[in-house]
């Protein structure tokens, strides 16, 4: 299906979207076939061709589902360690440049949640979608000469949520090679905040919240939010003009430019973990613009993870740069946050210390200085050298991994995201906030 394309149905029974799913799965296994009998004839045949394969027949697969099983794919993108290029790539296309809904299928949800057509309320509503994502597309709405963006989220999505992880666990675990003891931790994370994620009415709250509790940081700009105009499955903003965050790279901008959109990035998502023991979990491109001011504008506060006090209290002193010279401090953090089980031999313990050593003392690093250069792409070799490291230890690879706290999952990925879009932008920052 093409970016022009679209779509005017949505499989929303359980049978018909355990079938698209499952073909999916089946196609993967063709692919799978494929290769291997290439490798027969070629055995210098390399993988690339297979995962352009997979990565197209997945992404079109879920695309047409929307919701959760597509959001897992875009989750899946955002970390460079978990796949192949080819997989990243074709993925990332689900933050923001998946294929839209028709506007009659659009325009029913907003009755239905609404009332009243968007005609009805707006003098102008654009029946073409101004981006689509995994849960929703935005249109583009006007009152006199105010300007709205307004979020219509795609029918039957929420409640598809926890049959369509199950569906999507066996192929993602593939994809992954992570054991079912972790996918399942995964999976019951990702539900939960998903199921959080399609109530609008909650992202209203938090998105008003949070935007107001970080208004003062320089260079930082938030849409406002309009509760008469928004329901369960229709959320209206403000409209905000400007780039998209990967537009906005593409324009070369200087390096003045580049440190102060990451300055308040930083300070945006550092602010929110230190003081209001909540973060936007979703640092993905498409949920950012830059302005023609140069200032960073947050767009989507429907993935928000809220950091419990004992989780945070313990986590984040693994980032004191003396923690690597206080072992039993880390041991008893190690054992706060059940990163050892109980059926672990010592001799296992001691090399899942030496990783979490190794981890925490390359992901710490950006703290433990005055100034950091996010540019350094030296750096993130390290970081992607190491994650590939320890996916091909076999050793490792026998052990249960499904250890440490659930709430880890979102706040190590948040930080993943964030490490991504500061390299991307090639931002020095200065690390206004220490966690610990």
């Known amino acids: ?27 993967v296994g063709g692919n799978y ?3 291997y009998a290439k490798k027969v004839v070629n055995p210098s045949t390399s993988k690339d061709s297979l995962h352009k394969d997979n990565a197209e027949d997945i992404y079109n697969s879920l695309s047409e589902l929307k919701g959760s099983a597509l ?58 979608a101004v981006n689509a994502a995994s849960i929703g597309q935005v249109h583009k709405a006007k009152i006199k000469e105010h300007i709205y963006a307004v979020k219509i989220q795609y029918p039957g999505v929420a409640d598809a949520i926890s049959s369509d992880l199950k569906l999507v666990k066996p192929l993602a675990g593939k994809l992954l090679n992570m054991k079912s003891a972790d996918m399942e931790m995964y999976m019951s ?14 992202e209203l709250t938090r998105s008003t ?33 400007g780039k998209m965050f990967p537009d906005f790279i593409k324009t070369n901008p200087s390096q003045e430019i580049r440190n102060q959109v990451g300055q308040a990035m930083w300070d945006f998502f550092l602010y929110q973990m230190k003081e209001l023991r909540m973060v936007h979990a979703d640092p993905h491109p498409g949920n950012f613009i830059v302005d023609h001011s140069n200032n960073l504008c947050v767009l989507d506060f429907g993935c928000v993870k809220e950091i419990p006090e004992d989780f945070f209290n313990n986590y984040f002193q693994l980032l004191r740069p003396d923690i690597l010279e206080q072992p039993n401090l880390l041991n008893e953090v190690y054992v706060n946050m059940d990163f ?37 792409d030296s750096y993130f070799t390290k970081i992607y050298t190491m994650g590939e490291g320890f996916s091909k230890d076999k050793e490792f690879r026998k052990m249960n991994n ?25 931002a020095k920052v200065n690390m206004n906030y220490q966690l610990y």
């Open 402 to 426: 499904a250890r440490g706290s659930r709430h880890a999952i979102y706040v190590m990925r948040t930080f993943f995201g964030l490490y991504s879009l500061l390299n991307q932008l090639k």
């Open 340 to 376: 050892f089980r109980p059926d672990d031999t010592e001799k296992q313990k001691e090399k899942l210390k030496a990783m979490f050593q190794e981890i925490i003392g390359i992901l710490a690093k950006p703290f433990h200085n005055a100034v950091f250069d996010f540019g350094d």
């Open 71 to 128: 959001k897992v794919a875009q989750m899946m993108s955002m970390d460079n360690q978990m796949l192949p290029q080819a997989y990243q790539d074709k993925f990332s296309l689900a933050q923001y440049s998946a294929p839209a809904l028709s506007f009659p299928l659009i325009s029913k949800t907003f009755v239905q949640q609404l009332g009243k057509k968007p005609h009805d309320i707006f003098d102008d509503f654009s029946k073409d």
């Open 189 to 202: 994370e990702v539900e939960s905040k998903m199921i959080e994620e399609t109530d609008y009415a909650l």
């Open 33 to 35: 076939v494929k290769y």
């Open 209 to 241: 919240f949070i935007s107001e509790k970080c208004s003062f940081i320089s260079n930082l700009k938030f849409p406002k939010y309009y509760k008469e105009y928004s329901a369960n499955r229709v959320l209206t903003m403000d409209w905000m003009d």
């Open 1 to 27: 299906m093409s970016k022009e394309e679209k779509q005017n149905k949505i499989p929303t029974s359980k049978v018909k979207r355990a079938a698209k799913i499952m073909g999916a799965s089946a196609k």
